[in-house]
């Protein structure tokens, strides 16, 4: 399908966009919060999709990872305002209690199921890790400032953690 | 702190999050390049995180795809990347769209925004099924708490959000996120003094015209209690916390042990 939205097919970019929309949507809005700038967002991330389509490997991942990587790439360039991320920690710390189970109340969808038991198997630590960044849009060393432990060991969770989140789903590129 | 130097290879997993920025990033996109087992274990990695943002899927506003589709029908496409091009589409796009140094910040992040309470949400379906509660119950206490969690949002996302802090005098440090626009608090706090079980923590807004219970606080979590959500805020409030008989009281019946004007 991608191949055909790379020669220009509208048609094929339609049928796309309804089924990429709210993936891409969720993860925009999970990581921007504000819904305005999520649409922008979104939208942007669509329209990349049009223009890079050709670029589309399937060789080398799913239609899918290559769309959320972008959607996920341009959500976190967002939000990663310096002036204001030391803010954002500050809160974050602060209201981490809640902070960790993000899928847990995700509209119920096949998806969020699978990814939710699967989350569980993860030790605390990985699983923080993983949805601090991926839901949080911090970077690794923002992810150990909030944790309280040191760079090395959230790198080395986040690594660990996204394995067994693969194995655990069973997806391979 | 900043001198800390993890092996490259553990970095796999920040890349895969795009949890990597600046000199961290660049060090791991150069090691990438020689490391053929780095690119296939990203891939894979990729399609893990492709999955957290599946679980994540939420119906778009209306009129996004339409606008999507406009603005494509106006907007040039690439052409392929011609053969012997060694880069991978993820490099390739990097470089396309300057991604290892993106335009920061054109609009200041109330992005961070936590899902925060939402979990209150989960918690809400386990208590229900603890307490016998029917279906339909649950799932009016279900769209309660998912209410309250939209409005915790928006207090901690509000442009006039303003954070303090205090020390409850018992023992223990209360968090609070203000937002005058909303006019509602969020109350967080960290090591309060565990009570026994016939007493119990109450928030107060605290007036001259009479003291308005704002809520008790939950059993705490790891060490932390809350969030709490306080809302009908009106201006020369202070916040109050004080200890009460479980089930709380319709008046403060003890001495403060937090009182913060807001």
Redesign the interface.
């Known amino acids: 399908m991608l191949g055909r939205v790379a020669r220009g097919d509208q048609d094929a970019f339609e049928a796309v966009c309804r089924y990429i929309a709210a993936p891409v949507f969720g993860t925009v809005r999970a990581v921007v919060r504000d819904v305005p700038q999520s649409e922008e967002v979104a939208q942007e991330v669509l329209v990349e999709v049009w223009q890079h389509a050709s670029r589309f490997d399937a060789s080398r991942g799913s239609a899918l990872a290559w769309v959320t990587t972008i959607a996920h790439r341009r959500a976190v360039d967002r939000v990663r305002s310096e002036q204001r991320s030391a803010e954002r920690e500050r809160r974050a710390a602060a209201f981490r209690v809640a902070y960790n189970d993000v899928v847990e109340t995700a509209e119920a969808n096949l998806d969020a199921e699978r990814v939710r038991r699967c989350l569980r198997s993860l030790t605390i630590l990985q699983r923080e890790a993983v949805t601090l960044a991926y839901y949080g849009g911090y970077t690794y060393r923002q992810v150990a400032g909030l944790l309280g432990v040191a760079a090395g060991t959230v790198s080395t969770r986040m690594r660990d953690g996204l394995i067994r989140l693969r194995d655990c789903l069973g997806v391979q590129p | ?1 900043r001198t ?1 130097r ?1 092996e490259p290879h ?5 890349y ?6 600046g000199a ?1 990033r660049a060090r791991f996109e150069r090691h990438l390049a020689r490391c053929p087992q780095c690119a ?1 274990e990203i ?19 209306a009129g ?2 339409e ?3 406009a ?3 106006r ?7 011609t053969r012997g091009s060694r880069l ?3 490099r ?2 990097a470089r ?2 300057g ?1 290892a140094a ?21 918690a809400a379906i386990i208590l229900a099924g603890i307490l016998g509660l029917t279906a339909r119950d649950a799932q009016h206490q279900l769209q309660q708490d ?1 209410q309250h ?1 939209r409005i915790i ?1 928006a207090v ?2 509000a442009r006039d959000a303003t ?1 303090f ?1 205090g020390r409850v005098s018992t023992g223990g440090t209360a ?1 609070i ?1 203000m937002s005058a626009h909303e006019h509602a608090l ?1 109350f ?1 706090a960290a090591g309060l003094r565990p009570l026994p079980p016939s007493r119990c923590y109450e928030l107060w807004l605290m007036r001259p015209g009479g003291d308005q219970p704002a809520g008790m606080l939950p059993e705490p ?2 060490g ?1 209690t ?2 709490v959500l306080a809302s009908g805020l009106k201006p020369g409030d202070h916040l109050g916390l004080t200890i009460e008989p479980t089930g709380g009281t319709p008046h403060p019946t003890t001495t403060a042990i937090l009182l913060l004007p807001l």
């Not at chain 2, 553990?10 to 920040?14: E, F, I, K, P, R």
């Not at chain 2, 895969?16 to 920025?21: E, K, R, V």
């Not at chain 2, 907007?75 to 990347?81: G, S, W, Y």
Request: net charge positive.
């Open positions: 702190m800390h993890p553990t970095l796999a997993g920040a895969a999050l795009d949890a990597l920025t961290d296939q891939r894979g990695l990729r399609e893990a995180t492709a999955r957290l943002a599946a679980a994540a899927a939420e119906q778009p506003p996004l795809t606008r999507a589709l603005a494509a029908a907007t040039r496409q690439l052409p392929p990347l991978s589409w993820r390739a796009a396309r769209h991604w993106p335009a920061r910040g054109r609009t200041p992040g109330r992005a961070w925004m936590p899902r925060l309470a939402l979990a209150l949400a989960g998912q969690a949002a901690l996302t954070m802090s968090t996120v969020v967080a979590q790891h932390m809350g969030p």
